[in-house]
T-cell receptor, first 115, second 113 residues
Framework: DTGVSQDPRHKITKRGQNVTFRCDPI?????LYWYRQTLGQGPEFLTY????????KSRLLSDRFSAERPKGSFSTLEIQRTEQGDSAMYLC?????????????FGPGTRLTVT | GENVEQHPSTLSVQEGDSAVIKCTYS??????FPWYKQELGKGPQLIID?????GEKKDQRIAVTLNKTAKHFSLHITETQPEDSAVYFC????????????FGKGTKLSVKP
């Protein structure tokens, strides 16, 4: 399978703990996006990378959230001091910049439950 | 910023009927409009998209239309099948360096056999 992969698929954590999620994009895709989706809502943009550079962050990305893409391949999203309001599905998408390609392909998501 | 409104929130049709989902957007600079299908417990799957220089695009039973003047775009599914049952999301983007997608709230489509 050469699609976007995310790990773990599910994470249950206690309030106050730190969690880290990983996303592996489609190979040769140089753009990588993080979105958050709560129940009954559409995905909301958090941040995106072009290669290893983080180019945009949403106001939703509080200072407890940090994302990295150190070598321009996989990315990690860390949430520090988790709160119950962080419970959501965290989705990663990738796309290939350049030409006429705008399509973003999503991974299966990581469902976070904060108890 | 961009705002995308999607209607209806739920849609129930009989197998074989057509289904239409409509979206409006606010940012006149948006130029890319994808549609995603999301099944329970899965990530969104891109099913069709349209760019602002095109008024209509079709792929088998699925078509999308765009009215840039009115800032409307719609998804049309013909000859619906039970496996079309899912949540459908529209989205809008400026593309380029501002490629993040702004999503509607989704439409839950149920196709009854």
């Amino acid at each position: 399978d050469t699609g976007v992969s995310q790990d773990p698929r599910h994470k249950i954590t206690k309030r106050g703990q730190n969690v880290t999620f990983r996303c592996d994009p489609i190979s040769e895709h140089n753009r990588l996006y993080w979105y958050r989706q709560t129940l009954g809502q559409g995905p909301e943009f958090l941040t995106y990378f072009q290669n290893e550079a983080q180019l945009e962050k949403s106001r939703l990305l509080s200072d407890r959230f940090s994302a990295e893409r150190p070598k321009g391949s996989f990315s990690t999203l860390e949430i520090q001091r988790t709160e119950q309001g962080d419970s959501a599905m965290y989705l990663c998408a990738s796309s290939k910049m350049g030409g006429s390609t705008y399509e973003q392909y999503f991974g299966p998501g990581t469902r976070l439950t904060v108890t | 910023g961009e705002n995308v409104e999607q209607h209806p929130s739920t849609l129930s049709v009989q197998e074989g009927d057509s289904a239409v989902i409509k979206c409006t957007y606010s940012d006149s600079a948006s130029n890319y409009f994808p549609w995603y299908k999301q099944e329970l417990g899965k990530g969104p799957q891109l099913i069709i998209d349209i760019r602002s220089n095109v008024g209509e695009k079709k792929d088998q039973r699925i078509a999308v239309t765009l009215n840039k003047t009115a800032k409307h775009f719609s998804l049309h599914i013909t000859e619906t099948q039970p496996e079309d049952s899912a949540v459908y999301f529209c989205a809008a983007s400026r593309g380029g360096s501002q490629g993040n997608l702004i999503f509607g709230k989704g439409t839950k489509l149920s196709v009854k056999p």
